[in-house]
């Protein structure tokens, strides 16, 4: 493509370690209770995110948004905070962070869908938001 150069030192320094760092990683285990009504959604915002670059130990910080729909169970939210508080010190990048609780909040509570959102903070002059749904690949819903 004329115009477009592409270095060949993209990506330069970053290893599968660092691509699956924290995914396997033990956490707090996130408990339940009987969800008593069918059919309405709860909301939770976690405005203190933090974890750790897998590739340059510096802090990571964000806004991490939990929205889902309980099937039979939901979340207990002294399980959920202690859960999202173990990442504290887990090197993980914010994709993997962002799709790692959208996988544990799906096997723990089952729910009809589920959106996990991570909105982080500016690191040199750019923030990133990452978002995984369940069902996955389902489409954005009005006010997701």
């Known amino acids: ?25 033990s956490l707090p285990a996130l408990d339940t209770w ?3 009504f069918p ?20 802090p990571d910080y964000g806004v ?7 099937g039979k169970a939901c979340l207990e939210l002294k399980a959920l ?7 504290r010190n887990l090197g993980i990048f914010y994709e993997n962070a962002v799709n ?9 509570v089952k729910p009809k869908r589920c959106v996990v959102r991570g909105e982080f903070t500016p690191r040199g002059g750019l923030t990133t938001t990452v978002e995984a749904r369940w069902p996955r690949g389902a489409p954005a819903r009005r006010g997701d």
């Open 39 to 58: 059919g309405y959604e709860i909301t939770i915002r976690f405005p203190e995110y933090t974890s750790v670059c897998p590739k340059t130990g510096l």
């Open 81 to 87: 905070k202690i859960y999202l508080l173990a990442y």
């Open 1 to 25: 493509m004329r115009g477009v150069t592409r270095s060949k030192s993209s990506g330069r320094g970053y290893t599968d370690e660092h691509a699956l760092a924290g995914i396997g990683a």
């Open 100 to 108: 790692r609780m959208l996988r544990d909040i799906v096997a723990a």
């Open 34 to 36: 009987p969800n008593q």
């Open 64 to 70: 991490i948004s939990i929205k889902y729909m309980p």
